[in-house]
């Protein structure tokens, strides 16, 4: 079955304790972003990467981390993390970036979405 | 920065009536997504436009590109409880990275 699989789906923590919510996706899609949801705000993207080793930031990267070292993983790693950083997370991928204008090609597959709280 | 704003934020209808959700962007657009959310879920993909004045529909759903694709919306006619969630429009303008809107909560009273 095609998915974007997040783990964990739900993480309370400490801060300044690192974290890592990893993303995976069975697709082979080169396009993989990071969002984070929160009340009135909506969706806002954190990083995204472009393929293998290419990645740049969103609009909200401030304490966040990201890799992209084989094409199926994308870990979202915070190094210290704070309370402002308890929100709703998203994991999407795409088989191809939003810019490509090809029909299909760049629709978002969500994961399930991990639950962060930062105590 | 860029910005999507959509309104309104939160829309409570009777089963049976019409909904609209509008979307806003601050700069042009080259395309535009539609999203939906369920309660508790995550975002699934409606639809997305890509020409000025364009109109689509699915059944009870019809999403519009503005002409000067700096706007969209979404109607659905009818509504139904299974309607029930957060819509969301999402585009982009020039670069690789996607603004989504503030999202539509819609709640339907059967």
């Known amino acids: 079955e095609a998915q974007v699989t997040q783990n964990p789906r739900y993480l309370i923590t400490v801060t300044g304790k690192k974290l890592t919510v990893t993303c995976s996706q069975n697709m082979n899609h080169e396009y993989m972003s990071w969002y984070r949801q929160d009340p009135g705000l909506g969706l806002r993207q954190i990083y995204y990467?472009?393929?293998?080793?290419?990645?740049d930031k969103g609009d909200v990267p401030e304490g966040y981390k990201v890799s992209r070292k084989e094409k199926r993983n994308f870990p979202l790693i915070l190094e210290s993390p704070s309370p402002n950083q308890t929100s709703l997370y998203f994991c999407?991928?795409?088989?191809?970036?939003?810019?490509?204008?090809?029909?299909?090609?760049?629709?978002?597959?969500f994961g399930a979405g991990t639950r962060l709280s930062v105590l | 920065g860029q910005q999507v704003m959509q309104i309104p934020q939160y829309q409570h209808v009777q089963e049976g009536e019409d909904f609209t959700t509008y979307c806003n962007s601050s700069t042009t657009l080259s395309n535009i997504q539609w999203y939906k959310q369920r309660p508790g879920g995550h975002p699934v993909f409606l639809i997305q436009l890509v020409k000025s004045g364009e109109v689509k529909k699915q059944k009870r759903l019809t999403f519009q590109f503005g002409e000067a694709k700096k706007n969209s919306s979404l109607h659905i006619t009818a509504t139904q409880t299974t309607d029930v969630g957060t819509y969301f429009c999402a585009g982009r303008t020039g670069a690789n990275n996607l603004f989504f809107g503030t999202g539509t909560r819609l709640t339907v009273i059967p």
């Open positions: 999407a991928s795409s088989l191809l970036p939003p810019s490509t204008s090809g029909r299909a090609k760049n629709i978002q597959y």
């Open positions: 990467s472009m393929n293998v080793e290419v990645t």
